[in-house]
């Protein structure tokens, strides 16, 4: 089982990731595909609310 601590960080680390790619040309849609692949993770680790506010995030 994935521990709280460990969906926090690959949240935390999606974020970053998306913010950051902001700055860089077509970096956006790298981000939010990688995010998107972390939202389902934390869905079947079953962290949904991560998950949903991360699709939100990569979604914007």
Known sequence: MVSATDAAMVYEASRLAIE???????????????????VTWLKANGYTELAADLKALANQ
Do not use: I, K, N, Y
């Open 20 to 38: 950051e790619a902001q700055v860089w040309p077509d970096g956006v849609a790298s981000a939010q595909t990688a995010a998107l692949a972390r």
